[in-house]
């Protein structure tokens, strides 16, 4: 278990794994290189960021990700969320952020990524963003209805990229774009 909360970075390359560990952070984590998150546990603090790239994995690690993860970096990246399971929580404030995940190229392959709307008048929720050749693959995409006036969750595709054959659902004020 590794707890840390100030400013660092932990970087996995050259095939390594995170294995079972729990991670509780608001640091900058990279994977790269053949990598996976393997079947950690990762409790991303506000400002913490997870960047997936090189043909790396999110494997079968789950992810409660009030800030942001990125997935490939170049469209020969074949980086992937695998069997991962992402929530991405809306802000309980208006001056506060949701997560957000974004695929610029790669795939969400099996993954569960659940959307949370936010909690309060005028926050910010949670996002799961496809772009540039992203590609939903096989996943759950899941848009919860935020409260108290908060916006609701959101699933977007934009430029070439492609839903896959995923499943999405869409609950409340949550959108599909």
């Known amino acids: 278990s590794l707890t840390a909360f100030t400013g660092g970075q932990i970087s996995f390359g ?5 294995g079972n560990a729990t991670f509780t952070n608001n640091i900058f984590i990279t994977f790269s290189n053949d990598t996976t998150a393997g079947d950690a546990t990762f409790n991303i603090i506000d400002g913490g960021v997870i960047i ?11 992810f409660n990700n009030p800030g942001f993860i990125q997935f490939g970096e170049t469209p020969f990246d074949a980086s992937t969320a695998g069997n991962g399971t992402f ?16 695929f610029h190229f790669g795939t969400a392959g099996d993954a569960t990524f ?32 935020g409260v108290g006036g908060g916006d609701g969750g959101s699933i977007q595709f934009a430029t ?10 869409v609950f409340g004020n949550g959108n599909l774009n």
Do not use: H, K, M, R
């Open 14 to 18: 050259a095939t390594s794994t995170a």
């Open 114 to 145: 659940i959307n949370d709307g936010a909690t309060a008048s005028g926050g910010i929720a949670g996002e799961t963003l496809f772009q540039a050749t992203g590609d939903a693959g096989n996943a759950v995409l899941i848009a919860n209805g």
């Open 52 to 62: 997936f790239d090189g043909n790396s994995s999110a494997g079968n690690g789950t």
């Open 87 to 102: 929530t991405n929580p809306g802000s309980a404030a208006s001056t506060l952020g949701g997560g957000f995940i974004v």
């Open 160 to 169: 070439a990229s492609t839903g896959g054959t995923a499943l999405g659902s």
